[in-house]
């Protein structure tokens, strides 16, 4: 099987790798929410200033958030699953960059 750079080429690679690096936290976190569930409205607010000099804060912040997620995809869900789902979404952000995020995940039927 063909590694993925001989696939695209080294050239491409880089501008992936490049273009991910350089994306922002909550971009990052907007995205993979939208690639991995169906999204009918998304809001994502960076609460990292609010925790300036308390546990997991960071200079130049994306480390304490709040993200409200619409989908199809909780109809039906308790709470519990519907976070683990974005957990599971965001695990590696979680396990780095994020210290704390705050899910708020409702289902169409409940707005």
Same mark, same amino acid.
């Given at each position: 099987?063909?590694? %993925?750079?001989?696939?695209?080429? =080294?050239?491409?690679?880089?501008?992936? #790798? /490049?273009?991910?690096? /350089?994306?922002? #936290?909550?971009?990052?976190?907007? *995205?993979?929410?939208?690639? $991995?569930?169906?999204?009918? *409205? %998304?809001? %994502? #607010?960076?609460?990292?200033?609010?925790?300036?000099?308390?546990?997991?804060?960071?200079?130049?912040?994306?480390?304490?958030? #709040?993200?409200?997620?619409?989908? =199809?995809?909780? *109809?039906? &869900?308790?709470?519990?699953?519907?976070?683990?789902?974005?957990? $599971?979404?965001?695990?590696?952000? &979680?396990?780095?960059?994020?210290?704390?995020?705050?899910?708020? !995940? %409702? !289902?169409?039927?409940?707005?």
């Amino acid at each position: 099987m063909a590694h %993925i750079s001989e696939l695209l080429g =080294p050239a491409i690679i880089g501008y992936i #790798t /490049n273009f991910e690096v /350089n994306m922002s #936290t909550k971009d990052i976190v907007q *995205e993979k929410i939208q690639a $991995s569930i169906s999204v009918k *409205e %998304i809001d %994502i #607010t960076d609460d990292s200033e609010a925790h300036r000099g308390h546990a997991g804060y960071r200079e130049g912040g994306e480390t304490h958030f #709040t993200v409200r997620v619409v989908s =199809p995809d909780f *109809e039906g &869900l308790g709470a519990v699953k519907r976070h683990k789902m974005i957990y $599971s979404i965001l695990k590696e952000e &979680l396990e780095g960059q994020i210290h704390a995020l705050a899910i708020k !995940a %409702i !289902a169409p039927s409940e707005q």
